[in-house]
């Protein structure tokens, strides 16, 4: 069965970084891409950044660009997203999600859409502020 679970969140003051984790259980990370979105308060869900790794492909939205950073640890089955210059806005419940995927797929090549993501965690909430 497959499950996501985040870590790594918290509340940090702006321009302090976080490394959020999420770790997946019952499927091989190869066979998949995995996508980060965020959702704040009053706000719908945001893609953020994804990371195919069958293709070992990543994108990074243009909201975030120069700041996250996204990773993968095959040996731990981890996908990590580095976030650093944190900002107010940032603020939010942060959600790794995980779509099937073959190689040379495009889930993860022109934007990051929570429609193409099937298996969700339970998010871990970032709050930043002074």
């Known amino acids: 069965q497959l499950r996501l679970v985040e870590s790594g969140g918290g509340l940090v003051q702006p321009g302090e970084s976080l490394r959020l984790s999420c770790f997946a259980s019952?499927?091989?990370?190869?066979?998949?891409?995995v996508g980060w979105f965020r959702q704040a308060p009053g706000k719908g869900r945001e893609g953020v950044s994804c990371?195919?790794?069958?293709?070992?492909?990543?994108y990074v939205e243009d909201s975030v660009k120069g700041r996250f950073n996204i990773s993968a640890d095959h040996a731990k089955n981890t996908v990590y997203l580095q976030m650093s210059s944190l900002k107010p806005e940032d603020t939010a419940v942060y959600y790794c999600?995980?779509?099937?995927?073959?190689?040379?797929?495009?889930?993860?090549?022109?934007?990051?859409?929570?429609?193409?993501?099937?298996?969700w965690g339970q998010g871990t909430q970032v709050t930043v502020s002074s």
């Open positions: 990371f195919d790794i069958n293709d070992n492909n990543t």
């Open positions: 999600a995980a779509a099937r995927a073959g190689p040379g797929n495009l889930i993860c090549t022109h934007g990051v859409s929570s429609y193409d993501y099937a298996y």
């Open positions: 019952g499927i091989i990370l190869d066979y998949y891409v």
